[in-house]
């Protein structure tokens, strides 16, 4: 499985982005697709994830309310839609892919396939 991520930027406080993660290769095999981050210094962390089939979707604490996981399935491709953006989001962003049920992923061990980051940095 390979992801191709995209969307990344530099956005004002309180801004907004939407990332895209495009997946190719052995779809059929995956179950639950997402997105990671990982800022300055810290340790790569959940942000959401969204299932394959059902569309069942989870999203971490510190982004519920603000960012929105979709998926487009004829597309093959899953989107982050970022609102309401904070400094604190700045950080690498990761699209990733899993066997797994969405309710059974949470860490970055949980992930077998990762796509390339993307930066989004707030700042003004």
């Known amino acids: 499985v390979q992801l191709q991520a995209s969307g990344g930027g530099l956005v004002q406080p309180g801004g907004s982005l939407r990332l895209s993660c495009a997946a190719s290769?052995?779809?059929?095999?995956?179950?639950?697709m997402g997105w990671f981050r990982q800022g300055p210094g810290k340790e790569r962390e959940f942000v959401a994830v969204i299932s394959l089939s059902g569309g069942t979707t989870d999203h971490a604490g510190s982004v519920r309310g603000r960012f929105t996981i979709s998926r487009d399935n004829a597309k093959n491709t899953v989107y982050l839609q970022m609102n309401s953006l904070k400094p604190d989001d700045t950080a690498v962003y990761y699209c990733?892919?899993?066997?797994?049920?969405?309710?059974?992923?949470?860490?970055?061990?949980?992930?077998?396939?990762w796509g390339k980051g993307t930066q989004v940095t707030v700042s003004s």
């Open positions: 290769g052995s779809i059929s095999s995956i179950n639950t």
């Open positions: 990733a892919a899993t066997k797994r049920g969405v309710y059974y992923v949470s860490l970055s061990s949980h992930i077998e396939y």
